[in-house]
């Protein structure tokens, strides 16, 4: 209680860098006291209104709470304030430029190096941005860790008055993990974007064969000039479309799991767990094909080679005194390909926008759930038929099938139309009602256990 009701009379940085003035500002803002701690008391450049400057010694004197805004290099000068900052709590906030670049965390050292302190890990993890600006929906959190279960405690009171969440990593042997957080690169993105990648290579690939090399080959046509526009268009679509089925395939397995578990108490694979962890990256790089196959779309009308086509074709069509019949079936096909697509585009952006944090915050679980659920497999439906319509009977034609191989479009229909499949037999009423009872705990009887029980009785 006598900690906590010094903290609030006065708080003490060590550190005016961008770190410092930006943690300084947020506490000078909640109600706090600060002083800053320099070696250069008197030149040491503007800091936040309010705030007193003093050097290592005086500062570390006057405050009970103090946060270290220095690099690990300059921890030396704490060796001296031993005396002064006993029973203190001292907060790491440092991180460094690479990982493994010492053989101990941060934290770690500055406890071995003033062992009378407690020293918790937080705040790493923040931007001074984000100190300056407060909480937003993507840096909510503050990770903590440290080996005094009070001493985190007066660090959490502070963050929480901040306008933070606290999430208490347990000791200060956690500290290493807090460290190389920050220098992790788009984590969630990996597995994501090396499916992106993959799919892309390999559909590009197919195309460019299928495509520009069998008219080379075949025909002695150099139609190269379509990889910029029309093959690209091709990839799109097909990339985005198998990438939205991926976001939906883990959530059928896990149900298949847990229909054959009789539970749901049993961990899922290291795998799958991974995979249901990044479905919204997956949708969202989805999104970002399904963005560009528009954006290509909308961009055919103008291209050279369409007006040189249609303009050839006029010119022949007028020199032969021809016309060509209007094809109702074939107007029909087109419109509904084109409002399909359009139609499927729209709750594709739906999707995005209901996954931002400042949308999903207001909305209930139920209306999350459905939004992500029910319209997301209604969005996997429309967009697969949208396919499907595209290919209409070309199937059906030898042509179609270059040195035997099936058109792109196919092989991009097989996930999705297996993930819309699957998920129509688990709406069947007899498995839902079953899945239903097993995600309301309901557990199927294992039969070694009864036998273990007669072989008791």
Not at 30 to 44: D, E, M, T
Not at 216 to 243: C, G, H, T, W
Not at 417 to 432: E, G, Q
Not at 447 to 454: L, Q
């Amino acid at each position: 209680t006598c900690l906590h009701e010094c903290l609030q009379e006065l708080l003490c940085i060590f550190g005016t860098g961008d770190l410092g003035r930006s943690l300084g500002q947020r506490l000078i803002q909640a109600g706090y006291r600060l002083v800053y701690g320099s070696r250069r008391p008197h030149s040491c450049g503007p800091l936040p209104p309010g705030t007193q400057v003093a050097d290592h010694e005086a500062a570390a004197q006057s405050a009970q709470l103090i946060f270290l805004c220095v690099h690990r290099e300059h921890y030396d000068f704490l060796e001296s304030l031993t005396p002064q900052l006993k029973g203190k709590v001292v907060v790491d906030v440092s991180n460094n430029l690479k990982r493994d670049l010492y053989p101990e965390a941060n934290a770690e050292h500055l406890q071995r190096l003033i062992p009378g302190a407690h020293v918790v890990k937080a705040f790493n993890t923040l931007s001074a941005w984000a100190l300056q600006n407060g909480p937003s929906d993507a840096n909510r959190q503050v990770y903590l860790c440290g080996n005094r279960t009070e001493a985190k405690q007066a660090v959490a009171e502070t963050a929480t008055k901040l306008g933070f969440t606290v999430v208490d990593r347990g000791s200060l042997s956690a500290a290493r993990e807090l460290e190389d957080s920050p220098l992790q690169l788009f984590p969630d993105w990996r597995l994501p974007m090396r499916l992106t990648v993959g799919l892309t290579a390999f559909f590009f690939l197919y195309v460019v064969i299928r495509d520009v090399i069998y008219a080379y080959v075949e025909q002695r046509k150099d139609i190269s000039f379509r990889i910029m526009v029309s093959l690209a268009n091709k990839v799109f679509p097909i990339v985005s479309l198998i990438m939205l089925s991926l976001c939906y395939l883990p959530g059928i397995m896990a149900a298949c799991l847990q229909l054959s578990r009789g539970t749901k108490y049993k961990r899922f694979p290291d795998w799958l767990d991974r995979w249901m962890l990044c479905r919204k990256q997956l949708g969202l790089v989805s999104l970002a094909f399904a963005s560009l196959h528009v954006l290509y779309t909308l961009i055919i009308p103008i291209r050279y080679y369409v007006r040189y086509r249609l303009a050839a074709i006029t010119i022949s069509q007028i020199r032969e005194n021809k016309t060509t019949a209007f094809d109702t079936t074939m107007a029909w096909r087109t419109d509904s390909y084109y409002s399909m697509g359009v139609l499927g585009f729209g709750l594709f952006l739906l999707l995005g926008i209901s996954s931002l944090p400042s949308v999903s915050n207001i909305l209930s679980w139920r209306e999350f759930s459905f939004i992500q659920s029910k319209l997301g497999y209604l969005t996997l439906f429309i967009c697969t038929f949208h396919t499907y319509l595209y290919g209409w009977d070309k199937f059906l034609h030898l042509a179609s099938y270059k040195w035997f191989t099936p058109p792109s479009y196919m092989l991009c229909l097989i996930v999705p139309s297996a993930v819309l499949l699957l998920k129509m037999l688990l709406l069947l009423p007899c498995v839902d009602k079953r899945l239903t009872r097993i995600r309301q705990g309901w557990e199927r009887a294992d039969p070694e256990d009864g036998t273990r029980k007669s072989l008791l009785t």
